[in-house]
């Protein structure tokens, strides 16, 4: 990994890029996954790089929603498996729930790669290996996903996508999850929730709420129902004109 001193001001954004970077290196993360990467960093310097008080709102939600899942799963591409490994199997601890590879640039090869990184980093028995084409309307690859994971799933946890997926796994009646950091993107316009925040702050924030929310099934009514996603990006949108305002 580069070297980088503690004290520089942008140390974890150069320590993720390094995550990338090796992850391209040793095949878990696709040569595009840098260009998605180098976008995501522009909307999170808009942010200021925190998680915003919408976004906080979001990660209470989707918590709330995956707990009330009767079949949530976490869905996982090659970008995020190197950005939280660990965070996502203390997230599949939590909930006691299903962890699939689901690839734009799917090879069989990678997704098994993929898979048993994540496992090696604690996640367990994830599924995509092998996935069939069953979302119905995406004709590329992404539309694949296995029988007991996405397909069956009532919840499904969608991080770092623009694409048609989510609208196509809302069409099937699921409940869509996602982290974006770019709140304009099709993914995050077509979401249950859409949580407008880096995927590293996102996916702990998620578990600490899942900690919190656990056991109390009204109060994850409440706060589900409360959720109002078109509320909430406008709210996002307002934060970032609001901040370009006071810099400008
Ligand atoms: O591993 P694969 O083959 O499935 O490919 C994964 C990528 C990410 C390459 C693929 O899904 C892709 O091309 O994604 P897009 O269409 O570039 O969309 C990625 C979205 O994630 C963009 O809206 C970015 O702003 C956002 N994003 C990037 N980095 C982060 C992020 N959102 C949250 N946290 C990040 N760290």
């Given at each position: 990994m580069t070297d980088v001193p503690r004290s520089h001001p942008r140390y974890e954004s150069l320590m993720t890029r390094a995550r990338v970077e090796e992850g391209v290196r040793s095949g878990?993360?696709?040569?595009?996954g840098l260009i998605a990467h180098g976008r995501g960093e522009a909307f999170d310097y808009l942010l200021g790089e925190g998680t915003i008080p919408p976004a906080a709102e979001a990660e209470r939600a989707a918590a709330a929603h995956l707990l009330l899942a009767r079949n949530p799963v976490l869905s996982v591409n090659g970008n995020t498996a190197v950005l939280v490994p660990d965070e996502l199997a203390a997230l599949q601890k939590a909930l006691r729930c299903k962890v699939e590879v689901n690839l734009f640039h799917r090879t069989e090869e990678r997704v098994r790669r993929l898979a048993a990184f994540l496992e090696a980093h604690?996640?367990?028995?994830?599924l995509g290996e092998g996935a069939q084409p069953t979302i119905p309307g995406l004709d590329h690859e992404r539309g694949r996903s296995t029988v007991e994971g996405i397909f069956s799933a009532d919840v499904v946890l969608v991080p770092l996508e623009d694409g048609d997926r989510c609208q196509a796994l809302r069409d099937m009646g699921k409940t869509v999850v996602v982290v974006d950091l770019n709140p304009l993107s099709r993914t995050a316009k077509s979401a249950s929730v859409s949580v407008t925040d880096n995927v590293r702050r996102a996916v702990p924030a998620i578990t600490r709420e899942v900690e919190a929310l656990r056991g109390d099934r009204a109060a994850c009514e409440r706060v589900a129902k409360a959720f109002d996603p078109a509320r909430n990006l406008r709210e996002t949108m307002d934060f970032i004109a609001a901040r370009l305002r006071a810099l400008g």
């Open positions: 878990l993360v696709s040569m595009q604690g996640c367990e028995r994830v």
